[in-house]
């Protein structure tokens, strides 16, 4: 399986620009994904193809890389993008990183 | 407006068996590939289940292969997962998902499953 690696929390405060990387065990070409995920909720769509913005998401959010390394850019944070913030590829079946959460400082 | 809404889920023993159903409504079900993804209490995701537009091809994740079964009624719009040999490991909540290319672009509120004695 392609293992996916994220860093476990980062602290911020809104206004600020924070980048979330993810890692992978081999190569996932740009099928990289990233999804938000709030407390008690299902996760949403943000990124789709490493840096293609989901439907309604705000430009805040915005994604880069290929081959096996990937950052997720908010710019600037809101209070409301308080969440945990997962990375998913889906060019060797299908894995997802551990998640990043995201919290106040 | 695209919906995903699961059932089926609570409390089961280990060794028996639950179905988990998935209502869509909002797009034309028999277009797209579905998945299971489930998400243990305080962990992350782990795909579970595949299966195409026409049910003609499904793919698992190892853990399950033999014990889980992935289906879809096109006629109803519905999506299902018959879980059997249920083992403690499978707790989790269970989210139905639809797939646009290569990427899950709508997942249901999800549906817990508790496999204890």
């Known amino acids: 399986d392609t293992v996916l690696t994220q860093s476990p929390a980062l602290a911020v405060s809104p206004g600020e620009r924070v980048t979330i990387s993810c890692r992978a065990s081999e190569s996932v070409s740009t099928l990289m994904h990233w999804y938000q995920q709030k407390p008690g909720q299902q996760p949403k769509l943000l990124i789709y193809k490493a840096s293609n913005l989901a439907s309604g998401v705000p430009a805040r959010f915005s994604g880069s890389g290929s081959g096996t390394d990937f950052t997720f850019t908010i710019d600037p944070v809101e209070a409301d993008d308080i969440a945990t913030y997962y990375c998913?590829?889906?060019?060797?079946?299908?894995?997802f990183g551990g998640g990043t959460k995201l919290e106040l400082k | 407006e695209v919906q995903l809404v699961e059932s089926g889920g609570g409390l089961v023993q280990p060794g028996r068996s639950l179905k988990l159903s998935c209502a869509a409504s909002?797009?034309?079900?028999?277009?797209?590939?579905m998945a299971w993804v489930r998400q243990a209490p305080t962990k992350g995701l782990e795909w579970v289940a595949s299966?195409?537009?026409?049910?003609?091809?499904?793919y698992y994740r190892d853990s399950v292969k033999g014990r889980f079964t992935i289906s879809r009624d096109n006629a109803k719009s519905t999506l299902y997962l018959q879980m059997d040999s249920l083992r403690s490991e499978d707790t989790a909540t269970y989210y139905c998902?639809?797939?646009?290319?290569?990427?899950?672009?709508?997942w249901g509120q999800g549906v817990m499953v508790t496999v204890s004695s």
């Open positions: 909002g797009f034309t079900f028999s277009n797209y590939y």
């Open positions: 998902t639809r797939r646009r290319s290569s990427y899950i672009d709508y």
């Open positions: 998913h590829q889906s060019w060797n079946s299908w894995t």
């Open positions: 299966i195409t537009n026409s049910g003609g091809s499904t």
